[in-house]
């Protein structure tokens, strides 16, 4: 048994990339994940295998990442989705927290340089607890 130059997807003739691509089970023409091409039967390739970077060991869209860009001559850009904050809340002890309405990844490790916040007055009724101004924040 021969094995096929051809294969059926979406209802036309696709051949396989000779080394971007292999042909699966059933016969249809399969990507390599983490070669760094996409095809457009993976949902992204990154050029890695690495997981929490948007583009999955598997060649899918991670959770809270988008991924574009890529090609059959050019890997995937994956980047986080920017999320909005939820509520923002002082203490009793002037401390504040931040709740964000999607979850959010600290990747790497967080310094008190990484803690700059922009906080801008935007109600005339909270003027007591903001000011407009850059503030550094301490990790402690």
Not at 22 to 47: A, Q, R
Not at 83 to 97: A, S, V
Not at 120 to 126: A, E, G
């Amino acid at each position: 048994m021969s094995i096929p130059t051809k294969s059926l997807l979406d209802r036309y003739c696709v051949p396989c990339h000779p080394t971007a691509m292999y042909y699966g089970p059933s016969g249809h023409c399969l990507e390599k994940c983490g070669d760094g091409l996409n095809f457009g039967i993976n949902e992204c390739d990154d050029g890695n295998t690495d997981s929490g970077d948007g583009c999955s060991p598997e060649c899918k869209k991670e959770e809270g990442w988008i991924c574009s860009g890529g090609n059959s001559t050019t890997k995937d850009k994956c980047s986080p989705i920017k999320t909005q904050i939820y509520n923002l809340t002082t203490t009793e002890m002037n401390m504040i927290i931040v709740e964000f309405e999607k979850d959010v990844t600290i990747l790497g490790e967080l310094t008190p340089e990484d803690l700059i916040f922009e906080i801008s007055l935007v109600s005339i009724t909270k003027l007591n607890l903001f000011t407009t101004r850059t503030t550094k924040l301490n990790a402690t």
